[in-house]
């Protein structure tokens, strides 16, 4: 061994959206929070949490962020990209937290997967 860390992630990838609404919860916890931390403990390269301004789903019931109409429900979107094996093997997760929503995989290329200077990237040291 060089001691040279092995790339983590780069070249074909599986990204994984849940889409599900702000209030929606796992034991009191938000359920995007609970994603992210399953996704974290599961070793997963990463994941996001984006908050959408508007929006509707199977209920057809718009939500929104604009100030006349305000929602407390805005749709949020867990996106979660890393190898097809690990994305696929981390699916049962979700099954097990009755996700009522969308969710969708899409395959993708990672460019680039780099941790901020001085920090480490997600699942490193892990065999």
Do not use: K
């Not at 929606?24 to 994603?35: A, C, V």
């Not at 403990?41 to 962020?65: I, N």
């Amino acid at each position: 061994m060089t001691g040279a860390a092995e790339p983590r992630l780069g070249g074909p990838a599986l990204r994984l959206t849940v889409l599900v609404g702000e209030n929606d919860r796992h034991r009191h916890r938000p359920l995007f929070s609970e994603i992210v931390h399953r996704a974290r403990a599961a070793g997963l390269a990463g994941a996001s949490v984006f908050r959408g301004v508007e929006g509707f789903g199977a209920s057809s019931m718009v939500h929104t962020a604009r100030l006349l109409s305000l929602s407390e429900d805005l749709p949020v979107a867990v996106v979660i990209v890393d190898t097809e094996e690990r994305v696929r093997a981390f699916l049962p997760e979700l099954a097990g937290l009755a996700v009522e929503g969308l969710v969708t995989l899409e395959r993708c290329e990672v460019v680039r997967y780099a941790g901020r200077a001085g920090g480490t990237a997600a699942g490193e040291g892990r065999a």
